[in-house]
């Protein structure tokens, strides 16, 4: 969809966080005309969005003070109540009529707590909208997103989603997002441990494994994770990073929790919980390295069976 409006007709953006997928999301979000006030905690990540035209803060409090629409993409439950609520949290400036907006994967508990607790003190208001679709669709503008909050705040969010997503449904209350994101990823990180598996277990019987993501695809085997990450684990290709090892660990150790709290059963999910430990606790692995390294954990397993 063409974008035609200027910077002045939309609403003051605000974006904190800008790793390895917020700061494309913040690219996108300048290349469709969108006034964009950027902070993060790594204040070396702000250099090269700037130069593209955000304008830099000193603070996050700097952000939401000048902002309508507030924008968090922070690593787990932790960082996003540390940002809104710590000692130097953005609580501290909100007003009514802000909306937030939490990109982050998190605790749909705590975004249920949190985004009363914020209203309560502020009255601004809260929407959890995690994504889906990686680094690839974030630079096209072609993420999912899962919406949890009042309906009437998802048409406020249009400015932000309207760049970055090609789709956004609205999953119920607040929590209901970061509910749907975790099955997401329940799928996402059991397909990425199968398709380590499966490529370690070819590779042992002498397959061509540099064929075998070209030859599955738009089979009933097929799926993005096996065309972006296949030939990524099949040839050794690590750089540049689209998701690490500990970001599905924490992601899928949620699942495991939020089962356990339903009485629910997760048996293909905790065998590939087992997996993603044991990658990140491998000296030759590790949390922060990219998923696709999870087929030299298999390796490993092989040789010392």
Known sequence: MADTSTPHS?????FIGTGLIGAP???????????VIVWNRSTDKLAPLVAAGAIGAASAREVAAQVDLLCLCLTDTMAVEDVVFGPLGVAAVMRPGQLVLDLSSIDPAATVRMASRLEQETGARWLDTPVSGGV?????????????????????????FDALAQRVTHMGAQGAGQFTKSCNQQIVACNLAVIAEMLAFAERAGVDITRLPGALASGFADSLPLQIF?????????????GAVGTFRKDIEQVARLAAASGAAVPVTQAA???????????????????????????EQATSA
């Open 136 to 160: 690839p669709a974030a630079r096209a503008g072609r993420l999912i997103v899962f919406a949890g909050g009042r309906a009437e705040d998802v048409p406020r969010a249009a400015p932000v």
């Open 25 to 35: 999301m913040v690219e996108r979000l300048l290349e469709c005309g969108r006034e």
């Open 273 to 299: 919980l087992t997996q993603f430990r044991a990658a990140a606790d491998d000296p030759a692995i590790g949390a922060a390295v990219d998923v696709s390294r999870l087929i030299h954990l298999l390796r």
């Open 230 to 242: 296949g030939p990524r684990m099949a040839t050794g290709t690590h750089e540049p990073r689209l």
């Open 10 to 14: 939309q609403p003051r953006i605000g």
